[in-house]
């Protein structure tokens, strides 16, 4: 009577385990859409921005920091039509300049944006309205950093929570990365609860969504994307071709990844990594749940790209034979 049990309950909790549906195995991309053409150059001549250049958006503007700059490291533009408004951030040791430059978060509420200095080890807060009319303009300090967990990159929601990239230092050239809830106020960071068993060192980048209630996790050395809820529990594993558990920094799988609309689009390598095939040239497009749509090959090497959603465009920084372009989305049939 036992065995006959067992063997009716068996097939009941490998019907539970399926039908969750958080791991999903994805062999084949193939549905690759050319969007070269459509992919159009923003031509800046105002101002010299160097190669390895981050985008952000504010409100109407978009912000380009230029983290090789010897002089101004943060350039605004206004997004509509990408003319130059002004530069700000000098280099330097001296007060309202920057020593090492980091992360740039948006408060869109409080028409602040907040710039990480990792040399002095603070937070500076920027009024985009007084930067604009306000050459001699002093940003106030935030917050404060420390060097035994700080954050890297991170999306800020409100005072009391970001979500964030922390950073550990374990030695002077090591470091542990992973994604927590930190309260910029308080200083405090709370990992998140899911953390991919078979991940043995974790190098990512992330997007998080309030609209969505989740954050979308991509890994630089595995071809794998992880999805959970802003609580921190896991939707989905989702893993690509080249998915492998062996833990190696010689291929570069995602680069970035954003929120676009009611999609999860990202860049996507697959190349040799400390050569120039690590660059993407392509973005993998996926429904909200992971499901994947497209590819969008660009034929350009992407540095780094932000969404606009009042255009539903993507906007690229690239390291090709041009520097900033964007891509219509309502021109692709996604």
């Given at each position: 009577m036992k065995k006959v049990l067992l063997l009716l309950l068996i097939p009941f909790f490998c019907g539970c385990a399926n039908k969750s549906g958080a791991e999903k195995t994805q062999n084949k991309r193939n549905n690759i859409i050319s969007v070269r053409g459509e992919t159009k150059e923003i031509p800046i001549d105002d101002v010299l921005i160097g190669s390895i250049a981050r985008l952000f958006l504010m409100d109407n503007y978009l912000i380009i920091v230029d983290h090789t700059s010897s002089d101004k490291l943060i350039h605004i533009f206004t997004k509509n039509d990408f003319s130059y408004l002004t530069s700000i951030a000098d280099v330097g040791q001296g007060p309202g300049e920057i020593t090492v430059m980091g992360h740039i978060g948006i408060n869109e509420a409080c028409r602040k944006f907040y710039v990480s200095d990792h040399g002095k080890q603070k937070i500076f807060s920027y009024d985009i309205d007084s930067v604009l009319i306000n050459p001699y303009y002093m940003p106030e300090v935030k917050t404060e950093m420390n060097m035994i967990q700080f954050p890297d990159k991170y999306e800020y929601m409100s005072d009391t929570l970001s979500v964030a990239i922390l950073i550990e230092p374990t030695s002077v050239s090591t470091f542990n990365q992973s994604l927590a809830k930190w309260n910029i106020n308080s200083g405090i960071f709370e990992p998140?609860?899911?953390?991919?068993?078979?991940?043995?060192?974790?190098?990512?980048?992330?997007?998080?969504s309030i609209k969505h209630n989740m954050y979308v996790e991509c890994y630089h050395y595995y071809d794998l994307m992880t999805i959970c809820s802003l609580e921190g529990d896991l939707k989905y594993n989702i893993?690509?071709?080249?998915?492998?558990?062996?833990?190696?920094?010689?291929?570069?799988?995602y680069n970035g990844v954003r929120f676009c609309g009611d999609k999860i689009v990202a860049?996507?390598?697959?190349?040799?990594?400390f050569t120039d095939e690590k660059y993407p040239t392509k973005f993998e497009v996926f429904d909200?749940?992971?499901?994947?749509?497209?590819?969008?090959?660009?034929?350009?090497?992407?540095?780094?790209?932000?969404?606009?959603?009042?255009?539903?465009r993507i906007i690229m920084n690239l390291n090709d034979e041009i520097q900033f372009a964007y891509l219509d989305l309502k021109d692709v049939k996604l």
């Open positions: 998140m609860k899911y953390q991919h068993p078979d991940i043995e060192k974790k190098r990512i980048n992330f997007a998080a893993y690509g071709p080249a998915w492998n558990k062996k833990v190696t920094n010689r291929i570069l799988y860049s996507y390598s697959g190349g040799a990594n909200i749940d992971g499901n994947y749509l497209c590819t969008l090959e660009t034929g350009y090497k992407i540095v780094d790209f932000c969404y606009d959603e009042d255009y539903d």
